[in-house]
């Protein structure tokens, strides 16, 4: 089937309008029409090659709302017309220890990204969502609650879960004491999400205009991390720390605002490395802990506990053709908190 989207053709060139075939839908398929896809910091990541191994052509995408246009004969989990969603996956082995646990993401084979990777043939590219179609094994499919806002939702599918998964494994619950580093399409929703876990939030940010947004998030505190002597103050005091920052910076002095066994969770993901001092890992007995969005079920889990909550992002509407706009606005983070591509216009 031929579908119409945006790519990068290498790492220096804007994204530019690229038509391209997706299979038709097999027996276990969904074939999905595109309504919405948001734009993640890793498609900028990816489509610069910052971390290296991009493949080109190159269509991001993981943050994907749409409705379902017609099933293979042997998937039946979802109906003609349903509003669903697929993540920042699209197939994995299904056999290993971790697929059969849901947790696909750490499949041991290798999971299949929903861009930029090969599929299980070793030869086709897979291509993201900045695109007005997509078929998906209707096990890498989620189902979207009613009464959730589509395009709203689109950012829960990578930022939600990416964020989701690790709070829930750090046991955060009410009372719990959060601080989220960088207040961006991850953080914000780092924010709202432990928040309504009963946390009470810091946001430790580097940008003084982000404070009443903070607030009105979530958070109790807002702190300018990156001023001297800035966190001299908050020495011991979180439960577990959520890093989502996408460029190199300081996590020694972070780490010391942990409590002894405190969990300083590393989402954010910079292409350079990030230097630890071992003492403030070692005298508070604390751990970093890498977290790597969620697998199906808690993909599932977290949308239906957005749903019952009516949770989702707060968003910048964009159309293809300023998608290159919003990579740069993303970068200076003007954005309030996540650009949402309307796919419709593909
Ligand atoms: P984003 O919207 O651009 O937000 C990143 C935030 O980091 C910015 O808003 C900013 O917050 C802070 N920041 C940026 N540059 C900084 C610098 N040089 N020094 C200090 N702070 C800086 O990005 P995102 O979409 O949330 O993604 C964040 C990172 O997570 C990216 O690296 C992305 O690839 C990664 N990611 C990882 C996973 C995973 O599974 N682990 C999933 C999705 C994304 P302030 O203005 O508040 O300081
Ligand atoms: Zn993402
Ligand atoms: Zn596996």
Same mark, same amino acid.
């Given at each position: 089937m031929r579908a119409r989207g945006y790519a990068a053709r290498s790492a220096q060139t804007p994204l530019a309008p690229f038509q391209f075939e997706r299979r038709t839908?097999?027996?276990?398929d969904v074939h999905i029409r595109i309504d919405f896809c948001g734009i993640c910091h890793s498609d900028i990541h990816a489509a610069r090659n910052e971390w290296g191994g991009t493949l080109y052509p190159c269509v991001p995408g993981h943050e994907i709302i749409g409705r379902v246009v017609e099933t293979g *004969?042997?998937?039946?989990?979802f109906k003609e017309g349903q509003r669903v969603g697929v993540g920042c996956f699209v197939d994995s082995c299904r056999v290993c220890s971790h697929c059969t646990a849901g947790h696909e993401n750490y499949c041991e084979k290798g999971v299949t990204t929903t861009y930029g990777s090969l599929e299980a043939d070793g030869k086709t590219p897979t291509f993201g969502g900045y695109s007005n179609l997509i078929v998906v094994d209707e096990h890498f499919v989620l189902s979207l609650p009613d009464g959730l806002d589509a395009a709203a939702s689109a950012p829960l599918l990578c930022a939600g879960i990416t964020t989701y998964a690790p709070l829930r494994e750090a046991g955060v619950t009410r009372g719990s004491r959060v601080a989220v580093m960088g207040l961006g399409g991850l953080g914000h929703m780092a924010v709202k999400l432990a928040a309504s876990f009963g946390a009470e939030v810091t946001v430790l940010s580097h940008?003084?205009? *982000?404070a009443e947004d903070a607030r009105r998030l979530g958070a109790r505190e807002f702190v300018l991390?990156?001023?001297?002597?800035?966190l001299a103050g908050l020495?011991?005091?979180?439960?577990a720390i959520v890093d989502t920052i996408s460029a190199r910076h300081d996590i020694s002095g972070p780490l010391n605002c942990?409590?002894?066994?405190?969990t300083l969770i590393l989402v954010g993901a910079s292409p350079e490395p990030l230097a630890v001092s071992p003492f403030s890992l070692i005298a508070g007995h604390r751990t970093i802990l890498g977290s790597l969005v969620g697998g199906m079920p808690q993909t599932q889990e977290m949308l239906d506990y957005c749903g019952s909550q009516g949770i989702t992002s707060d968003i910048e509407m964009t159309p293809p053709d300023r998608i290159n706009e919003a990579y740069d606005r993303a970068c200076s983070g003007d954005v309030k908190y996540r650009f949402v591509i309307d796919c419709a216009q593909f």
């Open positions: 839908p097999g027996a276990r *004969k042997d998937a039946r989990r940008s003084p205009r *982000k991390a990156d001023r001297p002597r800035a020495a011991g005091r979180y439960d942990l409590r002894r066994e405190g």
